[in-house]
Every structure is written in C-alpha cells, then in structure tokens.
C-alpha cells in the first residue's frame, strides 16, 4: 500500500475540518476526490503534504509503510509526495529554474545520490518544457512572477515531471485551464502514470476525468468520505450535484 | 513533525562568526575627550599644522553641539569621556615596510576574516588597504597601482605624502561642522583611507578596504577619502568587522567622495559589524557619514550598501549632484535582526540640470528589529529636467519586527520628474512551505527567498563581493522565520 490514512482528523484555527477520512491508494492508481466547496478537500491535500497549521486530531497516515504524520513537510517531499498547489505562490527574484534544481537536489541527495550538474538538469529541464509546451523565457523567470494562471498550473505539472514522485497529490489542477491547457496539463500528468506511482487529484470537475481517467472516485462531504465508486460515480455527480449523495447517507 | 520554531531559536542563536579578539599590545589614549586628547592624536600622527587646526576647530564646533535624537532608534545615552580615542598596534619598531614584516597574528586575523592578503588579494585582483584599529598595517598592490598613477594609501601617508591633496580635498563634502558625528570624526579620527585618481585613470583593479575594531572600548573614527580627477573611474569596496563584546562600542566614520567631469565612483560596503546577542547585549553603534560630491559635468557616483550588522545604524550615503548630468545611485539592502535598529537610507540633492538619481531600498527586519528607511529628494530651481526614481521594498520575517519608511521630497523645479514606489511584504508562509513542499529545508528557502528580494542589489556588487554578501546574509538572518 503506497497510501494509507485510517481516520484522520484535522482541524484549522480550532476549527474541525476533516472528521475521520479513512482511505487507501496503491501503487499505479489515480484516484479522484471530488466535492462540494468546504467539504475538505483542499485541508486534506494540505495536511498530507505537512502543513504545519493544519492540526492533526486523530487518526493515522502511513506512506510506503512509514508514519507520515511524523515527518516535517521537506522530509515528505523527499520521500516522493508532491503536492500541486491551487494557488502556487509568486517568489520574485526567484528563478523558476534554480528552485527546481534545488527541489530535485534535495530530493537526490536525501536518497543518497549525486547532485545533478547543471548541463544535465537544463537537458532535463528542457525536455519537460517541451512537453508542456512551455516556451523557454520560463527558464529565466522568477518563480510564478507574473505567470498567468494557467502558466501557473503548467509550472505545476512541469515541477511535478522533474521531481518524478511516487505519488502526486494535485490541488485544482484543472481549474481555470482552458480546454488547451488542460489537455496538455492531462498528458503531462499521465506522462507519469506508471505502476509505481500514483496520483490523487482533487477536483470539482468532471471534466478534467475525461481526460485522466481515475480507477476510483471519492466523494468527501462536510470532512468524510461518504460513497466511493469508479469513473461512473463521477459522472453521475456530474448529472445529480453533490446533493443526493448527502441525502442518501443521512437516510 | 520536528517544530519549526524550534530550528529557529538554534539557528537565531548562531554565534557571530567573527567574535574573536587579537591579543596584540595596543598602544592606545587613556578614555577621555579634550583639547589635549585632539593634539595628542595630531602629535602622535605627526601632522602638519593646518590639520591641527582643522581638527581644533571641529572640536569646538562639536562641543557646542547636541546629539541628534531625531533617528527611530533608542539607546542608552553614549558617554563620550569613557572612550579611547585611539589605538594603535604596537609595532616591534617601526612601521612594516612589506607585508612580510606586518605581524603574523594581525595576519593571521585577516585570514579569520576571509581576507589573507597574500593569496586572496593576488588571485581576486583586489588591492587591499587593511585598517586594523587605527592605523594601516598593510598595503597591497601599491606599486601597480603606482605605476597606474593611482594613489591609494592609509590616510596618515597621505597626509604625509599628499598635503596639498589633503588639504585641498578634505572636509570639502562633508565639513567638519556637518553634524554631531562628523564633527566628532574630524576632531579625532586616527586613520583611513585615501585614493586619488588623476585626470583620464580608469583604476585596474578593485580598491578594498577592511575596517576591523579590535582593542576594547575604543572608538573607531576613521575617514575616507576618495577624488576621481576628470575622466578617471574606480570601484571601491569597504567590508567591516568587529569582535564580539558586552560593551556597546561606538563607530562614526566619514566618507567622502568627490567625481569632476566625466568621473565615476562606486562605492560599496558590506558592514557586518558585531550585532550584539540575541538579547540585544552589546554591539558597535554605527553613526556614519557618507557623502559623494558629483562636481563635474557627466559625472557619476553609486553607493552600494550591504549592512548586516551593528547594534544600531545610522547612515544615509548620499549624493549631491552638482554637474550638469550627473548621476547618483543608491543600491541598499538593509538587514535587522534580534534587538538590532537600522535607520537608514538616502539624500539625492539635485542641482544641476538633468541631473538623474535612483534610490533601491531593501529593508529585511526579523526578531524584534526595527528597520527604517529614511529619504530625502531634494529639486532645487537650478536642476530642471531633474529625474529620481525611488523603490522602497520591505520584507518582514516573523510578528514582532517592524518596518518604517520616511521618504522625503522637496521638488523646486516644474520640469522635474519624481516617481517613488514602495511596498511591504512578509515573508509568507505560503512561500516558505511551497519550498518545504519542494523538499528544500527551511534554512535553504528563507535564502532563496530572501536572495530574490535583494536580487537587484546585489546585482550592482562588484562580482566577487556579491557572493560575500549573499553568504553574509544567510548567516545572519539562518531561519530568522517563525
């Protein structure tokens, strides 16, 4: 099992959130939380990559067997879990470039390997890009300075590709893409798919499961997971809403 | 999850790296301040008469002046009889004549410092001019220099060699009478450098200085002084130091700088004098003027400041744009930590015509610092078609620090252009756990944040400095996020 969490709970300035998620992710799924808004969604991505004030209550992570909850936000990232943002963060002055080789040094060297040189990391680098279909001022831009949404999200993925993680956690990928960045944010994403990793995205969208097809679909509502099912699942939220799924669990 | 705040308190807590004290005989004036103390130092320097009088009238001028308390910092009253106002290294004999007969452990210090003047000196091009305490003990490059026609020596061998350079030039930026601290340095200071660049020298090398404050309550007062005749050109890098003591010590430094026709200076400084401690014992009180004269036509002069240390700082390297053309350039990164106050910032006083100025401001307060810009753009009717762009940038790391911006403008000319830019900004937490989520360690990020921000600074650093000063930053704000 790459994922494990067995009734977690969480909350954020004293407020509960999350109220016993019990869920399992195994290697070389995808799987998709969908939700209405404040169902915890976006907490739960948050408290998986170590967000330090989101306050764990109760309940158990394990990652490839390990205690995640243990583990301070960097050490998990250097384990292999990625979380893509729904807001990525400006860093002016920062170079798009140099964070993402410092991300994927941190990365080698916590597993015991050489530090990339810089040839073979603009090589890397360039490869990626070129399957984003990121233009190459990006190699000189700060970090998310002036990106427009979209070019944030494409970041996202294209950081995502160089760090290679054992599973990908992404926050809202698809939202505000249009249909031509979101068909390239989606070949990027299953451009990693492969039986040792797995990805959990989280979305409102039906959409964006045309375009990566999940093996499960979570529903989480007011902090639970109330039905779980495959792609179908998603489409039919997609035809009825959120509402009957509620409805359903408190009858 | 390990607690972030807690790698802070470790990291905070550093010991300043360059706290250590050369156990060197110092030939030094008992604490005090009168006459008798202004004529000691004259005798002692063997000065010419016109200097004497020079500093006697300074003293005057300054006893019937009062400390300027218009700064936002706060500290105790500076008595200023319990200071020694000089010390000298005791040499064996007389003064060294190459490096090979300065003292090994003076030399040994330097290298402490980052700056062996044998191999560091040669293979980065850079002359160095090492004031230690108050009195040159080295000088490199003097020769090459001197076929160049550059002159650059400690200021006593200017006063020596150079009178008519001296008595022409000093004083001529910054008069003796200019304020509380200046008047104070005129009448006593010990050392220094001068440079002098003759009509059309563009100088070969970078010029660079190294003050360091040694011996225990003393007082370091030292003057520069640097002119670039018609057509000449230099780049001047002044790096400070100081041990690490309980005692408040005080520091008030002149600089002045004059640019005729078609001349440019570049002065930069990366000050990392002792901070005090975490709890904001001790540290060097820096109450420094800085003042560049653009005399001529077309001339050009840019002050480039990294200041991480001192307990306090006072200081606003500025320009006075005389010339017609003339351009004044301030780059500044300003860095509070812990109790540490900086009061810092600009003046750009216009009077020729189209005359141009740039202020860059960047503030970083951390712990319970206080960190203040403090500018003044000044148009008088001589200078149209005047232009200044201003930017103040401040960063806030943690709660309890605080960030303050006075900028001035006094516009007397209608054809004058004034554009100023200025914002606040804290350190996110959304930016510093993008980078944990990254992988990157905290320590790491806060850099790389911190880094961006001075980015365009930096960039005006002469090359080998700006790695200097990157790491100078680190080391001083480690984890300064909570």
Redesign the interface.
Known sequence: MLLKISGLSARVAGKEILKGINLEVKAGEVHAIMGPNGSGKSTLAQVLAGREDYEVTGGSVTFEGRDLLALPAEERARAGLFLGFQYPVEIPGVNNVYLLKAALNAKRKAAGEPEVDAYEFLALIKQKMKLMQMSETFLTRGVNEGFSGGEKKRNEVLQMLVLEPKLAILDETDSGLDIDALKVVSMGVNSLRDPKRAVVLVTHYQRLLDYIVPDQVHVLSAGRILKSGDRSLALELERRGYDWVVESQVA | ??S?SQDVEALIGQKYRHGFVTDIESDSLPPGLDEGVVRAISLKKKEPAFLLDWRLKAFRHWQTMQEPMWAHVHYKPIDYQDISYYSAPRAPQNAPKSIDEVDPKLLATYAKLGIPLHERARLAGVAVDAVFDSVSVATTFKEKLGKAGVIFCSFSDAVRDHPQLIERYLGSVVPPGDNFFAALNSAVFSDGSFVYLPPGVRCPMELSTYFRINAAKTGQFERTLIVAAEGASVSYLEGCTAPMRDENQLHAAVVELVALDDARIKYSTVQNWYPGDENGIGGIYNFVTKRGECRGRNSRISWTQVETGSAITWKYPSCILKGENSVGEFYSVAVANNYQQADTGTKMIHIGRNTRSTIVSKGISAGHAENTYRGLVKILPSAAGARNFTQCDSLLMGAKCAAHTFPYMEVKNPTATVEHEASTSKI????L??????????E?AVN??V??????VFKELPMEFAVEAQNLLSVSLEGAVG
Do not use: P, T
Request: aromatic share 12%; with cysteine.
């Open positions: 999850m390990s972030k996110g937490e959304d930016q756990f993008y980078c944990l989520q990254r992988g990157i360690s905290a790491d790389m944040i880094s961006g921000f001075c980015k365009v």
